[in-house]
């Protein structure tokens, strides 16, 4: 029985593996160059429950304790305006507004980054001289999941991150990885879209889902060689459990 699963399992193996291609962009041309123009990459806009690092800057030092540190003199006294700190930065509330530092509730969600900095510098204006706004993603991440080496969570401190990165995060595929049918699970200002990607394929380099946004899921599916190797394995397990039972079963009657 043994020697009979052992050589069934090697022939799925062995056929499954003469017939699936392994290699990313197998149909890239063989040439020693390749010129293509790049895809405007669509940046990322500011959702609900991002956490956004804003920092103030200007010719001011006074002006920069204030809008930077939550620090604002009133009375002769000094107060605390926020009781959020640095390191924790700005929540997009269910609203899609941040609340900044001395001015209040400000609109930001559906902005990109650059939106966001310009319209944060139009209202300083009235305020500052000259202000200098800088704003960067603090939960900027996407998760990698099903046949990969490494299936985690993954920070993406750069904010720019593409399909083929994130396979790096967790550690490339493992051999039993559906590389022609890759899955993306987007979700933007409420809505969930899904898309699919062949990584044999250079026409990945068009998708809309090449360059990943934040809190993306990346899944791949396991190829049909790795489901027949777990049902295998639970026949398997069934069987011994099932010998075992009668032996014990016999065992007893015996003695």
Known sequence: MILRTVAIFSLIMLGACSQRNLVYLSDLKEQNNSLDSLIDRKDPVIQVDDRLGITVNSLSPEHNAVFSNGL???GGQTINATASTMSEGYVVDKNGA???LVLGKIQLAGLTKEEATNK???ILKDYIKEPVVSIRYLNFKVTVLGEVNNPSTFAVPTEKVNIMEALGYAGDMTIFGKRENVLVIREVDGVRSVGRMNLNSKDIFDSPYYYLQQNDIV??????AKAAQSNMTRTNVSFILS??????????RIL
């Not at 899944?219 to 049909?224: A, H, N, S, T, W």
């Not at 010998?243 to 007893?252: F, P």
């Open 72 to 74: 604002v003199q009133t």
């Open 98 to 100: 941040v609340n900044f």
């Open 120 to 122: 944060l510098t139009g």
């Open 219 to 224: 899944y791949v599916e396991p190829v049909k």
């Open 243 to 252: 010998v075992v039972s009668v032996l014990a079963l016999v065992g007893s």
